[in-house]
């Protein structure tokens, strides 16, 4: 077990936008947090990075209490929904940024540092956008550097706020299985959060399905096609009737 | 294809007749903008540069060096030297708390930075008299320990500090609120310390809006009169800045010194205007 949720509640001010939200997750899982907009996807994210704190409830990793624990300490990849990558800085240092910032006790050297990066920028296919600032990439480039700059500083677990929902469609499929690929080869966990149901069940290997800030159903894909647990689980996914028909991994 | 092959179908008529008469309204406007600027901005500094150099080189030059004058320089650098950094830091440390935090007393704290900008100079300087003058609530407590904060460095130091400490925050706010906080989160999911992601993240992002402030900021400092002349005490040599040494050669009927001094106020105020162009080209998003 990596990952333990236990709990968690969180308000905004009166409003409760987490409910008693508990999610256990294996080592090297792909778990999708899906959803309407405003069901609390983001705001879990966030708690889970530790951007954010609960007002309720425990979080564990790997049988360590992460509940209070700083971002900076927990050593949790993320990719933000805008990718947040340092305009002033290029595409390489941006994803040496994290390595650099370690004290020096840990921090690799300098000939170290830009061979990893080098790595990382290869096996994201963007090794030769090295030299490029933020400004001058694509959107879809955009993502691989964000992406590449996540994995650097060789995270215990992935949090993905919507990675793919600025890009088109074709870029979008494309870029799904090169994520998923590259997780399963990295062998870390990830939690993706989507409002996309093809998404969704295309690349998890559980789906969380959110309302409201409750979990409604937590199941592998195929469990929660054939059963919902809920009439909303049900009522939400009856636009997959095509992508079920269609076969998986269109 | 060049320019030179690609021909115009002739004008129609009306329209050409639109377009003589837009560059008709077109240069009145120019033309009475630029007579005004020029009556109102141009000809003074003009007719100080004019009147500092009436009396040839060698007088302007006397006159510069003067004791007196070049005290008040160095004074007056020395006050900016001090109130710039404390500024710096402050308009950072207000910026950040504003655009990072939601705390109660927020709007209201949003709204007293901009006071100094309100109040007039030399209200402001009577105040300060009244609190920490030797006679004053603060300064009569102060006094029995024998420190002085008016009359000296020290009290030009602080009025100046209350009319430009807004300087710099105000910049900072509306830009630190649109850059928003993405990219400090993402810097501390990487694992950097709060300093670490001030240091390489937002102040990359903040610093054409903090040397805009600064630079405006410090025209301030160096040009405030009012509230400066209230705590100065005005002894000669001693505590006059350029601003009140310019006034003090003036009323001792030296127009030629007054000008003189006037002088380095105005170069001053004209590499402000450059140095401020020039961020405002390069960076539009500073300001
Ligand atoms: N800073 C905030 N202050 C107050 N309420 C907030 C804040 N952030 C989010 N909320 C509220 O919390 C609820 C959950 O928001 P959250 O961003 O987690 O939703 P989401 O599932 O990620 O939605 P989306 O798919 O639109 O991104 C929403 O009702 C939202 O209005
Ligand atoms: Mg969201």
Known sequence: MALNIQDVTKFYGSNKVLDQVNLTMQKGEFIALLGPSGSGKTTLLRIIAGLQFADGGLLSFDGEDITGTEARLRRFGMVFQSYALFEHMTVAENVAFGLKMRPRATRPARAEIGSRVQALLEMGEIGQLADRYPSQLSGGQRQRVALARALAIEPRLLLLDEPFSALDTKVRKGLRGALRDLQKRVGIGAILVTHDQEEAFEIADRIAIMADGRIEQFDKPENILKAPATPFVAEFLEGLGAWQNAGAGI | ?287
Request: glycine fraction near 6%; aromatic fraction near 8%.
């Open chain 2, 1 to 287: 294809m060049t320019a030179a092959t690609v021909t115009h179908a002739p004008l129609h008529p009306q329209i050409a007749a639109f377009h003589r008469r837009q560059r008709l309204k077109r240069l009145a406007l120019i033309l009475s903008a630029a007579a005004f600027a020029l009556l109102v901005m141009g000809l003074p500094v003009i007719a100080i540069v004019a009147r500092a150099f009436q009396e040839g080189l060698a007088v302007y030059a006397a006159n510069i060096v003067e004791p007196d004058t070049l005290h008040a320089i160095g004074l007056t650098v020395l006050t900016a030297l001090i109130v710039l950094p404390i500024n710096i830091v402050y308009g950072i440390a207000v910026a950040w708390a504003i655009t990072r935090f939601r705390f109660p007393g927020r709007r209201i704290l949003l709204t007293i930075i901009e006071l100094p900008f309100s109040i007039s100079p030399i209200v402001a300087g009577l105040c300060y008299l009244l609190i920490y003058g030797a006679t004053g609530l603060v300064g009569s407590w102060l006094d029995g320990w024998n420190v002085q904060l008016m009359f000296n460095l020290t009290g030009i130091v602080l009025v100046s500090l209350f009319v430009t400490c807004p300087f710099v925050a105000r910049e900072l706010i509306p830009l630190m609120q649109v850059s928003g906080r993405d990219q400090e989160e993402a810097a501390l999911t990487l694992g950097a310390s709060g300093w670490q992601t001030f240091r390489h993240v937002t102040l990359h992002n903040i610093r054409w809006a903090l040397l805009y402030g600064a630079i405006l900021a410090n025209a301030r400092v160096m040009g405030e009169f009012g509230a400066v002349s209230v705590v100065s005490g005005n002894i000669r040599g001693e505590t006059m800045t350029l601003p009140l040494q310019v006034q003090l050669l003036y009323d001792d009927y030296n127009a030629t010194g007054a000008f003189a001094a006037a002088t380095v106020l105005t170069l001053i105020a004209v590499i402000t205007l450059v140095l401020r162009s020039l961020i405002e080209a390069r960076h539009p998003h500073a300001s």
